[in-house]
């Protein structure tokens, strides 16, 4: 009997406090609004820090590339933010790929020890890159289907 009780306890608690859904709401809105003060970063404040993450084997020149990224983050965020529930699991796999797409510019960041976002020293370059995949894990845990 004592055992049932604790067990549904942890239940009640589990769905009504523990919901994933609010959680995941908050989570994907959040990204979202990041991806779009990104790309605004991208076409505004931030530009010549972006354009030191273009490998130099991109072949459109850097100021191209950093501008249609921008608009790629804003319409990727504004998706995120958006999107109807039954797209959101697509979005947030196209945020992922964008994600990882756009890695091998970090990689090329520190390789080329390029500054960029405070980004001054070849460790704190490295760090960076161990973020780039609990970007692409954030974007598929908060769309995917509870």
């Given at each position: 009997?004592?055992?049932?009780?604790?067990l549904?306890?942890?239940?009640?608690?589990?769905?009504?406090?523990?919901?994933?859904?609010?959680?995941?709401?908050?989570?994907?809105?959040?990204l979202?609004?990041?991806?779009?003060?990104?790309?605004?970063?991208?076409?505004?404040?931030?530009?010549?820090?972006?354009?030191?993450?273009?490998?130099?084997?991109?072949?459109?020149?850097?100021?191209?590339?950093?501008?249609?990224?921008?608009?790629?983050?804003?319409?990727?965020g504004?998706?995120?933010?958006?999107?109807?529930t039954?797209?959101?699991?697509?979005?947030?796999?196209?945020?992922?790929?964008?994600?990882?797409?756009?890695?091998?510019?970090?990689?090329?960041?520190?390789?080329?020890?390029?500054?960029?976002?405070?980004?001054?020293?070849?460790?704190?370059?490295?760090?960076?890159?161990?973020?780039?995949?609990?970007?692409?894990?954030?974007?598929?845990?908060?769309?995917?289907?509870?």
């Amino acid at each position: 009997m004592k055992n049932q009780t604790i067990l549904h306890r942890m239940m009640y608690f589990k769905k009504k406090v523990m919901d994933k859904s609010p959680m995941q709401k908050i989570a994907r809105v959040g990204l979202g609004a990041f991806l779009v003060v990104a790309g605004i970063g991208h076409l505004s404040f931030a530009r010549k820090e972006f354009q030191a993450q273009v490998p130099d084997w991109v072949p459109i020149a850097k100021d191209d590339t950093v501008v249609y990224s921008g608009i790629a983050e804003i319409a990727l965020g504004a998706a995120l933010i958006f999107a109807p529930t039954k797209q959101r699991s697509k979005v947030g796999k196209i945020a992922a790929a964008f994600f990882a797409a756009v890695f091998p510019g970090n990689i090329a960041q520190y390789k080329d020890h390029r500054d960029g976002f405070g980004l001054d020293t070849d460790g704190k370059r490295l760090a960076r890159l161990f973020f780039q995949p609990i970007l692409v894990a954030w974007a598929l845990k908060s769309t995917c289907k509870s």
